[in-house]
């Protein structure tokens, strides 16, 4: 579509001329000259004048570029808005039961529901209506899946899990496995076992080759609205609060529980039987070992105070010139001693 008809269904107002044609989103840098970029950083205004991007979508003004500008509210928002608009036209997945899916005994399946190739859905389990459960996916015997569902290739859920609407199941994750709860007797590890299940409420999104496990007894919840990336590992009885968001390769040992609007970013992680209270953030690779009030920022392993973390580490590159420091003084001391 031409730049002026992209300007009219993202609601912006197009400043210069909306007479190119434009087929994509692209990067500052990498964009071509068929595409739309976007700025939501101030600091890399500078490099539009050298982007071979046809417009920019900006929050303001930016006075003495010459390529067209869509003045907009919220540049996420209307990224999101272009990004759909310019999504790859798949071929649409229709309504009905592949003749290769195996489906058990009194399963309830809604209407518009889309089962793909080799699909095996056990006894007593159903399907909401229009959800979708692509190719090799297993669905455990007493399962409920809710409405507008999205499970790729390969998802598995286990027995007695309950799954809400709108919820997105990327490929090869794992619902309702058993946790990894066990016991030393009779001189080996013995697996308790788990007789709870699983419950992920409206609105969750889980990416692939994540895994949460089945509880011990009563429920692990994943609150409604909160998104997993790919490679999480959700322990046993957890409880995960509303509107959380938990980045790739994360892990949440057993029966903790987050408030909601929790934060854990890249490689962090939760001990178990712990309390995080809501709006926690806690960055990288931090090790959370034991309750947290609401509202703290955390940062390093042990997790700790973000802001006295960040000195800490600032403190921690000065060591080798303080030792050299300290040495001198030695030094210095004993040629006092000696006099």
């Keep these: 579509m031409i730049v002026k008809q992209l300007a009219e269904k993202i609601e912006a107002e197009l400043i210069g001329s909306g007479s190119a044609v434009v087929d994509s989103v692209g990067t500052i840098e990498a964009g071509q000259a068929s595409c739309v970029t976007f700025v939501t950083d101030k600091n890399r205004i500078a490099k ?8 920019v979508i900006c929050a303001e003004k930016i006075d003495g570029l010459e390529k067209p500008q869509l003045i907009v509210k919220d540049v996420n928002a209307a990224l ?14 229709k309504a009905g039961i592949d003749s290769t899916a195996k489906i058990g005994e009194n399963v309830k ?20 209506a229009n959800s979708i459960i692509e190719s090799g996916c297993r669905i455990g015997e007493n399962t409920k899946i809710g409405e507008n569902c999205r499970f790729d290739s390969n998802v598995v859920i ?15 994750s794992v619902i309702g496995s058993t946790g990894f709860g066990y016991v030393f007797t009779n001189g080996s590890h013995q697996l308790m076992p788990h007789n709870g299940g699983v419950v992920i409420e409206d609105f969750v999104e889980i990416g692939a080759n994540s895994c949460v496990d ?19 590992q959700i322990a046993h009885n957890v409880v995960i609060g509303k509107c959380c968001l938990i980045v790739a390769q994360v892990g949440i040992a057993g029966s903790s529980k987050l408030g909601d609007g929790v934060v854990m970013a890249g490689q962090s992680g939760a001990a178990d039987n712990l309390e995080i209270g809501d709006g926690v953030m806690a960055g990288a690779q931090s090790a959370i070992t034991h309750n947290i009030p609401a509202g703290k920022k955390l940062f390093g392993s042990p997790a700790f105070d973000s802001m006295e973390a960040f000195k800490v580490i600032g403190l921690t590159k000065r060591l080798p010139k303080l030792f050299k420091q300290v040495k001198q003084l030695e030094k210095q001391m004993e040629k006092l001693k000696e006099e």
Excluded: M, W
């Design 214 to 232: 089945r509880a011990k007894f009563g429920n692990t919840i994943i609150g409604a609205g909160t998104k997993i990336d790919n490679l999480v």
């Design 48 to 55: 539009l004048g050298e982007s071979k991007a046809a417009a």
């Design 80 to 93: 999101l808005k272009t990004l759909k608009i310019f999504a790859p036209k798949l071929k649409p997945i």
């Design 109 to 128: 399946i809604a209407e518009g529901v889309s089962i793909g190739a080799f699909v095996v859905i056990d006894d007593q389990a159903q399907v909401g």
């Design 158 to 172: 286990y027995h007695n899990c309950k799954i809400g609407n709108n919820v997105i199941i990327q490929a090869n």
